[in-house]
């Protein structure tokens, strides 16, 4: 996975929505579940999955782990800054 991996306004809300956080929306079942393995995969399954969702397990991965990575994928969903 590049560290230029862009992540869509809608990959975005997606997993706000897994975060329960301001701006975001419920996907479909498919894409639950997607995330829900990205979040119990091991670092090489989850390598594996990166390789054909790579937006995908970035956002979980910057909203786990960034100080900012909420308030950054609440920029790309397009709500603006919002209080942690």
Do not use: C
């Not at 996907?27 to 399954?45: E, H, K, W």
Request: proline residues 2%.
């Amino acid at each position: 996975m590049s560290d230029e991996t862009t992540i869509s306004a809608e990959t975005a809300r997606h997993v706000l929505w897994l975060f329960g956080r301001q701006g975001g929306v419920q996907p479909g079942s498919f894409t639950q579940r997607l995330m829900a393995a990205i979040d119990a995969a091991d670092v090489l399954n989850k390598q594996k999955i990166a390789n054909e969702y790579p937006a995908l397990v970035a956002a979980i991965r910057m909203a786990g782990n960034d100080d900012n990575g909420i308030a950054t994928l609440q920029q790309i969903a397009g709500i603006g800054e919002v209080a942690a």
